[in-house]
């Protein structure tokens, strides 16, 4: 069965840095498109980024962009979040998403907290 586990995830003071990384399994990974939510609290889950199967096509949402790269390494089944100066706000819960045979699959996701 698709198994998504993140990790990576900590606190960390503003400007500072993380990696998330997703290891995924039960599926072919290197066909699918995959992606990095966030939900922060009180607030609902939104789209970070999302990478194409072959790692040729990005996109970040606004709020991260020029902070965040996303990337894959199909030889491992490993996503990966680079975070770079983070802010308070990116605090929040993030996981990673595929969406397979039209089903949406999560991890159980990692906390991110931006705090001095």
């Known amino acids: 069965q698709v198994q998504l586990v993140e990790s990576g995830g900590g606190l960390v003071q503003p400007g500072g840095s993380l990696r998330l990384s997703c290891a995924a399994s039960g599926f072919t990974f290197s066909t699918y498109p995959m992606s990095w939510y966030r939900q922060a609290p009180g607030k609902e889950r939104e789209l970070v980024a999302i990478?194409?199967?072959?790692?040729?096509?990005?996109t970040h949402a606004d709020s991260v962009k020029g902070r965040f790269t996303i990337s894959r390494d199909n030889a491992k089944n490993t996503l990966y979040l680079q975070m770079n100066s983070l802010k308070p706000e990116d605090t929040a819960v993030y996981y990673c998403n595929v969406r397979n045979f039209g089903i949406n699959y999560w991890g159980k996701g990692t906390l991110v907290t931006v705090s001095s």
């Open positions: 990478i194409s199967s072959t790692s040729g096509t990005t």
